[in-house]
């Protein structure tokens, strides 16, 4: 059987999802393999050097560097509040004394005799890695982090903004193909992962943030809006960083765009359910995806889940991800193995897809994208 691998868009009700959760440098891991943890739970923390501030002691007290430690009222090692005297001249016959102050708090680091400046270190950095999603640990890493195991229901988005939250699940819209409207983000939505239909806007996104949603999942989103909410052009730079007070998931793309009806029935029958949600998006290499993670009650195991191989066959739902059809959803209906002449008069492996409407179309493979169930 012909199989074309193409970038998998994950959308299925039974999977195992193991989140690797790593600090940025070594440090303590909270807990132990087989412990259950919950999305909010620390795992592992660590802290981060603090910034470095250099005074010049030598040329705010008009000493020679090598005068410096002779006038310091501070040693290595030593802490200080910030506007503390950390240094004095002796002035002359004891009058006309200058004081050298802190400009943060600290601990001094370094006093340098050869170019006479003092370095401050700023207090650590506290740094704390939670679990994200609710699981197992399954693997520990000592002093680096821990991998968390869940299975759940997986679904990944295309585009997101926002980084990692938790709620439960509230579908607002009666259809796909409705606009998520700030009238639908009703106070009830606090503390909420909201489930759209076709779009949001600027205003709604900007209702959402007031009402207290930990999330928004919707099918699309204009990039005027996207640009006016965050204030700034995004580009392709990595996201997932934002702090505008909610996380968004887009499912199908840039524009009025249907969340993909299977991803909203989906998303509908476990409503009142708890989901993790992460917005962060990269598009260029190591390409990572938005996600709407919901472990699902009693758990299940690897030969539960479906999974998928990376081949594409007869029957597989499919996104076609450029013009003409760009956006619409359908299933592979043939595999020709032959290659096959495109008007740019190139020769490329096409299949024949079948959308939703009934209507029919040939495109080349590398023009969809798979929707893995």
Known sequence: MAHAYTPGLKVTEKSVIRKDRRLPLKGQVMVKQGDTVTADQVVAKTELPGNVQTVNVAGLLGL??????????????????KDEAIAISKGFFGLFKSTCKAPVSGTI????????????????LPVQVRAYIDGAIVQVNEGEGVVV??????????????????????????????????ELLTPECRDRVVVGGSLIRIAGLKRAAEVGAKAVVVGGINDAD???????????????????GVT???TEGF??????????????????????????TQIRAGV???????????????????????????????????????GRIGTVAGLPHELQQLESE??????????EDGTKAVVPRANVELIED
Not at 346 to 355: D, S
């Open 64 to 81: 020679l560097p090598e005068d410096v430690p002779s006038h310091m009222l501070k040693k290595v090692g030593e802490p200080v509040a």
């Open 109 to 124: 680091e370094s006093i340098s005799q050869i170019t006479g400046q003092v370095i401050l270190r700023e207090p650590p």
């Open 149 to 182: 195991e869940a299975f759940g229901t997986f679904v990944q988005g295309i585009f997101g903004i926002g980084g990692e939250v938790s709620g439960e699940i509230k579908v607002v819209a009666a259809d796909p193909g409705q606009e998520l409207t700030p």
């Open 226 to 244: 996207l640009k006016a909410f965050l204030g700034y052009d995004i580009g392709v730079a990595i996201t997932g960083t934002e702090q505008k």
């Open 248 to 250: 968004l998931v887009v």
């Open 255 to 280: 524009g009025q765009m249907a969340m993909a009806k299977k991803t909203f029935d989906l998303l509908k029958s476990k409503q009142g359910l708890k989901a993790s949600v992460n917005g962060a």
């Open 288 to 326: 990572m995806r938005p996600e709407v993670i919901i472990p699902l009650a009693g758990g299940g195991t690897a030969e539960e889940a479906h999974k998928q191989d990376g081949g594409m066959e007869v029957g597989m739902a499919i996104r076609v991800i450029r013009h003409p059809y760009f």
């Open 346 to 355: 190139t020769h490329a492996r096409i299949l024949e897809v079948a959308f």
